[in-house]
């Protein structure tokens, strides 16, 4: 069993930056690929970024490469979202998900309750 805590969201101004963390319980978590997704009001939940187990290897939807970096740090069972450049379209819910297997569409067993990010124009 996994369990995942977010924290870091809040509200701020467009071109600005938050970092998201995501806390998971369990000595499973290494073994896990870990992914942010977010779901804006009245849209579907999509997919933000992800990363292996090792770290090596991290995926980025378009609408998000070059100003997001996801990161993890297994020692403390802690994956990062930073957030940089935000725009009023990157308003949304972001969930950290945890997926037990490391390739393929990621398809989570695991979900958090969600950190509400807000940004204002």
């Known amino acids: 069993q996994v369990q995942l805590v977010e924290s870091g969201g809040g509200l701020v101004q467009a071109g600005g930056s938050l970092r998201l963390s995501c806390a998971a319980s369990g000595r499973i978590f290494r073994s896990y690929r870990m992914g942010w997704f977010r779901q804006g009001s009245g849209k579907e939940r999509e997919f933000v970024a992800s990363?292996?187990?090792?770290?090596?290897?991290?995926y980025y939807a378009d609408s998000v490469k070059g100003r997001f970096t996801i990161s993890r740090d297994n020692a403390k069972n802690t994956v990062y979202l930073q957030m940089n450049s935000l725009k009023p379209e990157d308003t949304a819910v972001y969930y950290c998900?945890?997926?037990?297997?490391?390739?393929?569409?990621?398809?989570?067993?695991?979900w958090g309750q969600g950190t509400q990010v807000t940004v204002s124009s």
């Open positions: 990363i292996a187990w090792s770290g090596a290897v991290t």
């Open positions: 998900a945890a997926d037990s297997q490391n390739d393929g569409t990621m398809t989570p067993d695991y």
